[in-house]
């Protein structure tokens, strides 16, 4: 047994360890089993080890198995995720969070100044984009696009505003949640608490309950706010912090708004990802975060460059 776990100590491949390892515990534990009287205790180490180096085996294996995509999929991944270190797996992974859909003549995937609700990938088509009903030719997207040096800077829409709200999502881990209010008295008061500690939420600086009751969490996330922006506020239910609190989400949402409208041509085919889900999605998966950053960096790198004057 322990010539057999030596050997999987000088093993390189993963695999071949956590064979050798199986080896060398179940004969480990046919041997403690065997005494007399039996090593129960012993025994029962040397048996959980087998089982969860058997349970390794079967996921390397399970990981090792080459992933099958599509024309389609191949040819998105190789674009816009394999230059970045991406595996195939997670592309996988990531493409079957979305949808493909067949895009309408005309139809506007975004609309200048609105929320963005969805990311979008361009797989087939033309989409052109406008800004103040101005054309702005330098982000058309087409099948030549994928050619340019510069990149194909107008395959992904709305990965602007996804990548803001994943570094924000990042920059806490808590997970929040909404506690709904109690009778009807003071109901108003509680939801504009409430729209204060989602605001500070949204900034990092809260990482309480979103209960519409002003307390200690909520007091230090204005302290810390105050401290930021250099100004004195007057606590949670002070006019000063409420005229605060609505100036930061309007600008919250003029962040998370539409920078261009985004027109489809003829024959468009995209893959559409729920933008809410996507940043859930990042706030408990780091690997995830760290996937679509790679993707979603790169595409805002290729508009700035192509953007410049």
Request: aromatic share 8%.
């Amino acid at each position: 047994a322990n010539l057999f776990e030596l050997s999987g100590f000088v093993c390189t491949d993963v695999l071949y360890l956590q064979s050798l390892m199986i080896v060398g515990n179940g004969s480990m534990a046919l041997f403690f089993i065997t005494r007399l009287p039996p090593l129960g205790v012993a025994f029962c180490w040397a048996f959980l080890k087998t089982i969860v180096n058997v349970g390794m085996v079967f996921k390397i294996l399970y990981d090792r198995q080459p992933i099958t995509l599509s024309p389609q999929e191949l040819e998105a991944y190789e674009e816009h995720f394999m230059p970045f270190g991406v595996t195939a797996r997670q592309f996988k992974k990531f493409w079957d969070m979305g949808e493909t859909i067949e895009v309408q003549p005309e139809e506007l995937l975004t609309v200048e100044g609105s929320p963005v609700q969805n990311v979008v990938l361009v797989l087939e088509g033309f989409v052109y984009r406008t800004s103040g009903g101005r054309h702005v030719p330098c982000l058309d997207h087409c099948p030549a696009s994928r050619h340019r040096p510069e990149g194909n800077a107008g395959a992904w829409v709305g990965e602007l505003t996804a990548l803001m709200r994943i570094d924000s999502a990042s920059q806490f881990s808590t997970v929040r949640q909404e506690v709904p209010g109690g009778d009807e008295a003071g109901q108003a008061e509680r939801e504009r608490v409430r729209r204060l500690q989602r605001t500070l939420a949204g900034l990092g600086l809260y990482e309480g309950l979103l209960d519409g009751q002003p307390g200690p969490m909520t007091d230090h996330a204005l302290q810390r706010l105050e401290s930021c922006v250099g100004c004195d506020l007057d606590g949670a239910d002070g006019p000063r912090t409420r005229q605060a609190s609505e100036q930061l989400s309007d600008l919250f949402r003029e962040r998370r708004a539409a920078r261009w409208s985004v027109h489809a041509g003829e024959g468009v085919v995209v893959r559409s990802w729920k933008l809410d889900a996507l940043v859930g999605l990042c706030r408990s998966s780091a690997e995830t975060r760290g996937l679509l950053r790679k993707a979603f960096s790169q595409s805002a790198i290729q508009k700035t460059l192509v953007l410049q004057p």
